[in-house]
């Protein structure tokens, strides 16, 4: 056992820490938010985010671009900030049960809310699903979400917004899931996409997913553009959606 310092690779010798566990003075957790101390859960209230307002978007042909938009959603509601999720094309299928895991989870949380508007089945397949009527879905779902994002608009983003309040009221986080993937099936054009985004309030954070084609269209428009790559999926073995997993 040596002594309290430990050695760099460059022979400089790095900050020593106490035995009782608390940073010592000079030490770079003490320069960090909670001086380094592990983060303890705190009452949820209404708040307002310092440093929203951009647009991201997540594409790729990887599992978890849904769930990271949700992720983050959880943690913005979590500090307080008003979060609403639309959801494009996920109107259920056979191989999804009708109850789902993510919205019982965002039921329970303080100032997330969702709306599905999509259709049953899956656009371009035999599936029993008219296509026409996914085009009708997508488009309406397009309508509201430029409405969501003129409520934003309207409300005063740098104030905290009632927790159980109406999103056409105005939200921080608006997550409009699987809108590339509309775009993507020539649902929704690319270009209005665009003009929803450059026409997003300054305060609002405008998260975009879906598409396993990359969506060049968004190129100098996000300011956040993830590719979600597969490596490996258990659909390739056979394996259907699991509940828990995948709904």
Same mark, same amino acid.
């Given at each position: 056992?040596?002594?309290?310092?430990?050695?760099?690779?460059?022979?400089?010798?790095?900050e #020593?820490?106490?035995?009782?566990?608390?940073p010592a003075?000079?030490?770079?957790?003490?320069?960090?938010?909670?001086g380094?101390?592990t983060?303890?859960?705190?009452?949820?209230?209404?708040a307002?985010?310092?440093?929203?307002?951009?647009?991201?978007?997540?594409?790729?042909?990887?599992?978890?671009?849904? #769930?990271?938009?949700?992720?983050?959603?959880?943690?913005?509601a979590?500090?307080?900030?008003?979060?609403?999720?639309?959801?494009?094309?996920?109107?259920?299928?056979?191989?999804?049960?009708?109850?789902r895991?993510?919205?019982?989870?965002?039921?329970?949380?303080?100032?997330?809310?969702y709306?599905?508007?999509?259709h049953?089945?899956w656009?371009?397949?035999?599936?029993?699903?008219a296509?026409?009527?996914?085009?009708?879905?997508?488009?309406?779902?397009?309508d509201?979400?430029?409405?969501?994002?003129?409520?934003?608009a309207?409300?005063?983003?740098?104030?905290?917004?009632?927790?159980?309040?109406?999103?056409?009221?105005?939200?921080?986080?608006?997550i409009?899931?699987e809108?590339?993937?509309?775009?993507?099936?020539?649902l929704?054009?690319?270009?209005?996409?665009?003009?929803l985004?450059?026409?997003?309030?300054?305060?609002?954070?405008?998260?975009?997913?879906?598409?396993?084609?990359?969506?060049?269209?968004?190129?100098?428009?996000a300011?956040?553009?993830?590719?979600?790559?597969?490596v490996?999926?258990?659909?390739?073995?056979?394996?259907?959606?699991?509940?828990?997993?995948?709904?």
């Amino acid at each position: 056992m040596t002594d309290d310092t430990n050695d760099t690779d460059g022979g400089e010798s790095s900050e #020593t820490y106490p035995s009782d566990g608390e940073p010592a003075d000079g030490d770079p957790s003490a320069r960090t938010p909670g001086g380094g101390a592990t983060p303890e859960p705190e009452p949820i209230e209404p708040a307002a985010p310092e440093e929203f307002g951009l647009v991201q978007a997540w594409w790729g042909d990887g599992k978890g671009k849904t #769930t990271a938009a949700m992720g983050m959603g959880f943690r913005a509601a979590g500090h307080g900030y008003r979060v609403h999720m639309l959801q494009f094309m996920k109107g259920g299928a056979d191989s999804v049960e009708g109850v789902r895991g993510e919205y019982n989870a965002i039921a329970a949380m303080p100032g997330f809310s969702y709306e599905n508007a999509g259709h049953y089945g899956w656009h371009g397949l035999l599936d029993g699903s008219a296509d026409d009527e996914h085009e009708a879905k997508a488009s309406a779902a397009f309508d509201r979400a430029e409405a969501l994002v003129a409520g934003a608009a309207e409300a005063d983003l740098t104030e905290p917004l009632p927790l159980d309040g109406d999103p056409d009221d105005g939200v921080h986080m608006l997550i409009l899931d699987e809108l590339l993937y509309a775009a993507d099936r020539g649902l929704v054009d690319p270009e209005d996409i665009v003009a929803l985004a450059e026409s997003k309030p300054e305060g609002l954070e405008l998260v975009l997913t879906g598409s396993h084609a990359e969506p060049e269209y968004l190129e100098g428009v996000a300011d956040l553009i993830s590719n979600v790559r597969k490596v490996a999926h258990p659909f390739d073995a056979g394996h259907r959606a699991r509940r828990g997993t995948e709904y």
